[in-house]
């Protein structure tokens, strides 16, 4: 679940199997907000499958930035296209891999994006900081370079994921 918290975005994972027993999306979205967050990542055979209103993506240790390819279970955000793209033109790799759960949490940096937040860096995941607990120097980038290409300005905004 991913919200704001102290500055920062919370968040955790909901096992999409629990969707299939009944927990919509939305219901999944309540529970999170109860628990302070503003977003839920779901994750489906221990791997990322999106956000609940968003895209998830992962900066690893070496500096790539990881999300996970489309599929008929993945919206293709025009945000996530956006950020590939201002990534691309800055000269980060990207790679389209599945994302599991535990490389989210041992990954330098985390973000998601959504047409109504732009790019939100998480700073924790169910209670486990990301790198030192702060925005990651390649997610704040990626948010200013939204932000001039957007033309919304350049408020921070952070996530505990």
Do not use: W
């Amino acid at each position: 679940m991913a919200g704001l918290h102290d500055g920062g975005a919370d968040a955790g994972f909901l096992d999409v199997h629990a969707l299939d027993a009944g927990l919509s999306v939305r219901a999944a979205k309540r529970q999170a907000a109860a628990a302070g967050a503003s977003e839920v990542f779901m994750a489906e055979d221990g791997f990322i499958t999106e956000g609940g209103s968003s895209t998830v993506f992962i900066i690893t240790v070496d500096g790539r930035i990881v999300m996970r390819p489309l599929s008929n279970a993945v919206l293709p955000g025009i945000t996530r296209l956006a950020v590939m793209r201002l990534a691309a033109e800055e000269g980060l790799t990207l790679d389209e891999q599945a994302i599991r759960v535990e490389d989210a949490c041992l990954a330098a940096e985390v973000f998601f994006t959504s047409a109504s937040n732009f790019v939100v860096p998480v700073v924790s995941i169910n209670g486990r900081s990301i790198g030192d607990g702060r925005p990651g120097p390649r997610t704040a980038r990626l948010m200013s370079l939204y932000a001039a290409a957007a033309g919304a300005g350049g408020e921070m905004r952070t996530a505990r994921a």
